[in-house]
Nanobody, 119 residues
Framework: QVQLVESGGGLVQPGESLRLSCAVS????????MGWYRQAPGKQRELVAA???????DYADSVQGRFTISRDAAKNTVFLQMNSLKPEDTAVYLC?????????????WGQGTQVIVSS
């Protein structure tokens, strides 16, 4: 069983920065893809950023150049550095761990942390 706990959300003004953290109950980075998703009111959940077990990263076009996903294996923690925040970044951000190449495939979710960008 894998447990994910997000933290670091809050209320900020446009242009400011936040760093989200996802604490993982055990070290799974060698076999799992770690991702950050977000869900805004009235919208579908979307992938924001992901990093594979091999270190490959992927970002949504809307956050490219502003957000950075990273991992600290010693702390079993995944980070999402969010710079130059915009009102449209307002959402609940959720941490995800996926091993779709395993048998059976495994997929875990955190409960989410709220980010509000408002002037």
């Amino acid at each position: 069983q894998v447990q994910l706990v997000e933290s670091g959300g809050g209320l900020v003004q446009p242009g400011e920065s936040l760093r989200l953290s996802c604490a993982v109950s055990r070290n799974i980075f060698s076999i799992y893809t770690m991702g950050w998703y977000r869900q805004a009111p009235g919208k579908q959940r979307e992938l924001v950023a992901a990093v594979t077990s091999g270190g490959m990263t992927d970002y949504a076009d809307s956050v490219q150049g502003r957000f950075t996903i990273s991992r600290d294996a010693a702390k079993n923690t995944v980070f999402l550095q969010m710079n130059s925040l915009k009102p449209e970044d307002t959402a609940v951000y959720l941490c995800n761990a996926a091993n779709l190449r395993g048998y059976p495939p495994r997929n875990y979710w955190g409960q989410g942390t709220q980010v509000i960008v408002s002037s």
